[in-house]
């Protein structure tokens, strides 16, 4: 007898799918861009070397792919999936002992430490300091599956986010929010942290806007970072060219991207809206209510309440590439070739090229802080946890050595 229609169609297309499913796999290897002789870290391995041994999930032939999940094959699919598991109610994955901690100007930046210091008391242990994207904080989910991953074992570091001036429920105390280059803030907390802990090593983490300011931040300090190993996840790099791709006229950017971007900065702006307008700055309110693209925000608002001429001034002034030659320490960057937030035209290929510090890891999927690779749980935190682990792993084995030698009486 011969197969019904609705079974050979069925068979036809669990096939597609299986073939389909097989080419994603095939080429889900990581590609690993660095200069042709990395720099040594601490004076042992090169940071390719550690890469290389310490970092399956970047290097291993076998594991060193990100496969996305069957569900969420598409850049769109995996870039949105974080916002639409967050409208069936927020996650909690991990416990925060928020700290308020005011700036020199009198603005409040929220640290949010995971475990909280009841459960994992002041010690030693290394600190990696998170950096939350676009009008985020440490309730978001990639920021949270992170964190529930540095914290675990084998690692049990500590971690603590921070939450920029307005965001994830910070009050604003002054008259200006903050922005992708303003790394005065990051570099108040990182001192701040080294004067609560001053005995453990730290290691900076970015996301997306967060991202380019922790390159940017790391750029500035140059040899005097206090950070010993940096790690940027899906960098804009370039502020104008990134915001420039958002506006394309697409679909995608006409009707998901740029509006919920938009969305965002708006709501975070008419919620602090009172106390912005307490500044030296005059804001044209009936020309921010007709507000319909990214620029223009930062054109009416952004660039104004912090003195740039335009948008254009803030883009360029605060753009992590320019700053990206004079990293001094361990740099891990991670993009995917189908972002469609921050697409591969804006990486700065040359940097990483050109300066022994920088190590680009490219996924050839993975969309704009998505990387799912189930609908449960992220791939993104496990490079980023076993470089973190890999880099401390060295650092205090070479303070250790160094103590210990210190400690040798002489012979006579």
């Known amino acids: 007898m011969a197969p019904s229609p609705l079974i050979a169609t069925a068979v036809l297309a669990a096939g597609a799918i299986a073939a389909s499913r097989k080419h994603t796999s095939d080429n889900s290897r990581v590609q690993l861009c660095h200069a042709q002789q990395t720099a040594e870290v601490v004076g042992e391995k090169t940071l390719a070397e550690i890469i290389a041994t310490e970092c399956p999930s970047l290097a ?8 996305p999940s069957m569900a969420l094959p ?3 699919l995996q870039t949105c999936y974080n916002a639409i598991r967050e409208r069936f109610g927020k996650l909690r994955l991990v416990k925060y002992e928020r700290e308020l901690i005011t700036t020199n100007d009198g603005g409040t930046i ?3 430490w995971s475990p909280p210091f009841a459960q994992m008391p002041s010690d030693e242990r290394p600190i990696v300091v998170l950096s939350h994207g676009l009008s985020g904080g440490s309730q978001e989910t990639y920021v949270q599956q992170t964190v529930k991953c ?25 008259h200006v929010l903050y922005n992708g280059g303003f790394t005065s803030d990051y570099g108040f907390a990182i001192e701040h942290i080294c004067r609560k802990l001053p005995n453990s090593k730290l290691i900076g983490v970015g996301y997306s806007l967060g991202a380019n300011l922790v390159t940017k931040y790391v ?22 060219a990134s915001s ?3 506006e394309q006229p697409t679909l995608r950017n006409k009707y998901l991207y740029s509006p919920a971007m938009l969305f965002g900065l708006m709501r975070l702006y008419r919620r602090h809206r009172h106390m912005i307008e307490t500044g030296p700055v005059q804001f044209d309110a009936e020309a921010i209510e007709k507000i319909d693209q990214l620029r223009k925000f930062d054109d009416l608002i952004t660039s104004r309440a912090f003195g740039f001429k335009d948008s254009a001034d803030y883009y360029k002034q605060s753009s992590c590439a320019q700053f990206m030659p004079r990293i001094r320490i361990p740099f891990l ?31 050839r999927y993975g969309g704009h802080l998505g990387y799912h690779e189930d609908l449960s749980s992220s791939w993104i935190s496990r490079p980023i946890s076993e470089f973190c682990a890999a880099i401390f792993r060295h650092t205090l084995a070479t303070t250790a050595s160094q103590g210990s030698s210190e400690a040798e009486p002489p012979t006579s």
């Not at 570091?157 to 939450?163: A, D, G, K, L, S």
């Not at 995917?336 to 090229?353: G, K, Q």
Request: proline share 8%; aromatic share 6%; hydrophobic share 40%.
């Open 150 to 174: 540095l914290t675990a074992e084998p690692y049990r570091f500590r971690t603590v986010v921070v939450n920029y001036r307005g965001c994830a429920g910070v009050q604003l105390t002054t």
């Open 74 to 76: 598409t850049a769109d």
């Open 219 to 240: 750029g500035e300090q140059g040899d005097a970072c206090p950070l010993v190993a940096g790690v940027s996840v899906c960098n804009p790099y370039d502020l104008a």
């Open 60 to 67: 291993d032939p076998e594991t060193g792919r990100f496969v």
């Open 244 to 246: 420039d791709a958002i």
């Open 333 to 363: 960057a991670i993009s995917s070739l189908d972002d469609p937030v921050c697409p591969e035209s804006v990486i700065p290929r040359e940097a990483f090229n050109s300066n022994p510090h920088l190590v680009l890891a490219l996924t």
């Open 110 to 112: 929220g640290l949010d």
